[in-house]
């Protein structure tokens, strides 16, 4: 029964992986069906840094029906996706004491999440992960802050975005970019932080042979970062924990004591794709989304102000179907969308489509496929069709959980004609899923330079001149 309310053939179904079960139709036959027969109040409270709490509430089968296994999985792949889109170190669920049960036993330290609950133990600093049952009327209430990001132009400034294939970086004077460049890299591979500083420095250093000085340093980097200082980011999973504390958690600070101690402002790459979009567009609202080595992703808010959730959607599940890929580097989990919207799913789709990959790292074989489809090729074609329907659903998903009016794409993947495509794609779903929101939501896709660069670009405006270096 969980399999069959849950996992909803789609209405567009992607050539390349007909196991596809895209996780909002699941979610709204679960709510149709609980709406049908009359359901039971449940609410989530997560809880983070500084007494931020974030609330969800839905409706379940009561506790006495007979489809009522099936909240467990529904809710279970909800908090999945609250916790990576917001972030928590406590859940309390109020509602159905079973459902607290399964969840604190699925997040226990031997439980099929016990990856999940390490992670956010470890990065809210806190001895263990909670997951608590509480009455309705005891839940906490919701306590958010939005801060503001960015937007500053004045001065000699330098972007740098760290990639997990590539390395860019940006010069900027007033505003106006005056140099952009990408070097390829391999960060995850390597276990010598003294790589990875070489590496952030020679971009630094290219970039600023093109100012007169430098006033800022802004940097875009996959992971999580606290006053400058990196917590958890897979760019660096490579690097011993000691060699970590050591040299890995202040590199940024130190690139920026190198150059002079400037000012200094490190933001999660998805973040900046938010302020690239909501720069850009003059507008709130807005959802960032970069397709690269991973997903990463972005909110501005309708308040324009960064919410200060964590927004790792790479993690966040996209597909309930029992075919759903697993993330064997990382999670361990299944459906997740790190597998599905990024360049690790254009290497994974070419096996499929029978398209044979030259050897080499996932960015040389990107190039090679959307090379052949400039080429024509169809097997190339179908590959980012499938991206697109991933993304159409994918987007349809994530819009129960923000309020959007635009949608910005970025990074490698969409670059060239697979960008377009697979935009095209996404809209088709739009319309056979949705087809009132195909003429409000905003889809947007830059000029080829800004869909490569502008990370590196919207970084550059991260820090004020009167900013100060955490050392």
């Given at each position: ?129 909670i997951v608590e049952s509480v009455p309705l009327a005891e ?307 830059p000029d080829e330079a800004t869909r490569r660069v502008g ?17």
């Open positions: 029964m969980v399999e069959s309310l849950l996992s909803k053939v789609p209405g567009v179904r992607p050539a390349l992986d007909p196991e596809f079960r895209p996780a909002v139709l699941g979610n709204r036959a679960f709510r149709a069906e609980v709406a049908r027969v009359g359901g039971a109040p449940l609410a989530l409270a997560l809880e983070r840094d500084g007494g931020k709490i974030s609330r969800f509430e839905t409706m379940i089968f009561p506790e006495r029906h007979p489809q009522a296994s099936t909240n467990l999985r529904y809710v279970e792949r909800l908090l999945k996706f609250l916790l990576w889109q917001r972030g928590a170190f406590k859940v309390s669920v109020a509602g159905s004491h079973a459902v607290a049960v399964y969840l604190a036993k699925e997040y226990a330290p031997e439980g099929a999440r016990s990856f999940d609950a390490q992670f956010f133990a470890k990065i809210y600093a806190q001895p263990r992960f839940l906490p209430r919701a306590h958010e802050r939005g801060s503001a990001i960015g937007g500053h132009l004045d001065g000699c400034r330098i972007g740098f975005d760290a990639g997990g294939s590539d390395r860019k970086v940006a010069a900027l004077i007033d505003g106006q970019e005056v140099f952009s460049c990408e070097v390829v890299w391999e960060p995850k591979l390597q276990t010598d932080p003294q790589y990875h500083f070489d590496g952030i420095d020679d971009s630094i250093r290219r970039a600023a042979a093109h100012l007169p000085r430098i006033d800022a340093i802004g940097v875009s980097s996959a992971g999580i970062y606290l006053n400058n200082r990196t917590m958890v980011a897979s760019l660096f999973r490579g690097v011993p924990d000691a060699a970590f504390e050591a040299h890995i958690k202040n590199i940024y600070p130190d690139i920026a004591k190198k150059w002079g101690n400037v000012p200094l402002q490190v933001a999660n790459d998805g973040d900046v794709t938010a302020l690239a979009g909501a720069l850009e567009l003059d507008d709130d609202s807005v959802l960032g989304l970069a397709f690269g080595t991973s997903l990463a992703a972005g909110y501005v808010n309708p308040q324009r102000l960064i919410t200060g959730w964590l927004n790792e959607l790479a993690f966040a599940p996209i597909d309930y179907g029992a075919g759903a890929i697993v993330d064997h580097e990382w999670s361990g989990d299944s459906g997740t969308g790190v597998n599905y919207l990024s360049q690790d799913a254009v290497v994974r789709l070419a096996e499929r489509a029978g398209l044979g990959l030259p050897s080499g790292s996932p960015a040389s074989k990107l190039k090679f496929v959307q090379e052949r489809l400039g080429l024509g090729d169809e097997r190339a074609g179908q590959i980012f069709d499938t991206l697109g329907i991933y993304l159409g659903y994918g987007l349809l998903h994530f819009l129960d959980f923000y309020s959007v009016k635009h949608v910005l794409l970025l990074g490698r993947v969409t670059s060239g004609e697979g960008g377009a495509r697979l935009v095209e794609k996404a809209r088709e779903v739009l319309e056979v899923e949705a087809p009132e929101l195909a003429g409000s939501l905003r889809i947007h896709l990370q590196a670009i919207a970084a550059a405006s991260l820090p004020s001149l009167n900013a100060q270096v955490h050392s």
